[in-house]
């Protein structure tokens, strides 16, 4: 019975580590000069930690341009033990990177945004009354020259980080135009060959 009981809490204590990780969500979304500023909110959850080479990634932005990381620093209660902007490096690569065991849409024609903590520090929400849903990292702006909104997914990796899970973001609205229009020819194919008959 005590075998039971320790190999259950110890899948449980398993269990919550997984949850736990960075969550990327859509804050707002407006245009700017020939595109769109897509701004997201980036959590620390509540029992994680992000260290030195730990990162997020968000998959699949086309039409990418001028990501902009703004760390927070500091809020209403007080230094929040985010580092600087100087200990962080934001990049674009084409593909990954992903997670061990993770598996997210990650399509090789259409840039990612990857923030990275370069700095030999550990970051980790502050008791739970100053943070009872976790620590605002930063906010992360992505332009676009897409409006339309669609699904994307995000991963994180480090120390109990290990997360993948999907946000609204920028799709191209030409195929969704291009779709619909074949659409339409079909209908109207089908209705003219309706009426010869």
């Known amino acids: 019975m005590v075998k039971r009981l320790l190999g259950l809490s110890t899948l449980l204590l398993f269990a919550a580590g997984a949850e736990a990780g960075v969550v990327i969500s859509l804050e707002s979304k407006a245009p700017s000069g020939s595109g769109f500023n897509w701004v997201y909110d980036v959590t620390l959850e509540r029992n994680s930690l992000m260290s030195q080479n730990d990162f997020f990634v968000i998959y699949d932005i086309p039409g990418l ?24 490096a934001v990049s674009q690569p084409p593909v990954g990177p992903v997670p061990p065991f993770l598996n997210p849409n990650d399509n090789p024609a259409t840039p990612n945004v990857e923030v990275q903590l370069i700095s030999n520090d550990t970051i980790a929400p502050r008791d739970p009354l100053t943070d009872p849903n976790g620590l605002l990292l930063g906010k992360l702006t992505v332009t676009s020259p897409f409006s339309t909104e669609g699904i994307i997914d995000y991963t994180s990796q480090g120390s109990a980080l290990n997360v993948v899970a999907s946000v609204p973001g920028p799709i191209p609205e030409p195929s969704t135009v291009g779709m619909m229009g074949a659409g339409l020819v079909a209908v109207s194919l089908f209705a003219l060959r309706r009426r010869r008959h």
């Open 65 to 88: 341009s001028n990501p902009l990381w703004a760390p927070n620093t500091s809020d209403a209660n007080g230094n929040t033990g985010v580092p600087d902007i100087n200990s962080w």
